[in-house]
């Protein structure tokens, strides 16, 4: 098993930043990849940045360029560093990881952080 913690939400003006952090506890050598999703109210959850083992990365089209995803190894920690940020980036995010490949453009992550939630005001 695998426990993800996720700390650093909050609430910031449009043009700020954030940086969230997810710890993994457990099981964490079985993990291949980590990933950022985010759902905002009323809306489908959405993936919005993955990292695999290798430090490959993808990212949403909406937050390229804006957010970062990385990892540090040696902790079990995977950040997303979030700047230039919109009002449509509020939301409730969440940290995933999986154990198999195929790390983007899919919700099949298995194991899941309560989420942390993210408010960015005009």
């Known amino acids: 098993q695998v426990q993800l913690v996720e700390t650093g939400g909050g609430s910031v003006q449009a043009g700020g930043s954030l940086r969230l952090s997810c710890a993994a506890y457990?099981?964490?050598?079985?993990?291949?990849?980590m990933g950022w999703f985010r759902q905002a109210p009323g809306k489908e959850r959405e993936g919005v940045a993955v990292i695999d083992s290798d430090g490959s990365t993808s990212y949403a089209d909406s937050v390229k360029g804006r957010f970062t995803i990385s990892q540090d190894n040696a902790k079990n920690t995977v950040y997303l560093q979030m700047n230039s940020l919109k009002p449509e980036d509020t939301g409730m995010y969440y940290c995933?990881?999986?154990?198999?490949?195929?790390?983007?453009?899919?919700?099949?992550?298995?194991?899941w952080g309560q989420g942390t939630q993210v408010t960015v005001s005009s």
């Open positions: 457990g099981y964490t050598d079985s993990i291949y990849c």
């Open positions: 995933a990881a999986k154990h198999g490949p195929y790390c983007s453009g899919t919700l099949a992550f298995d194991y």
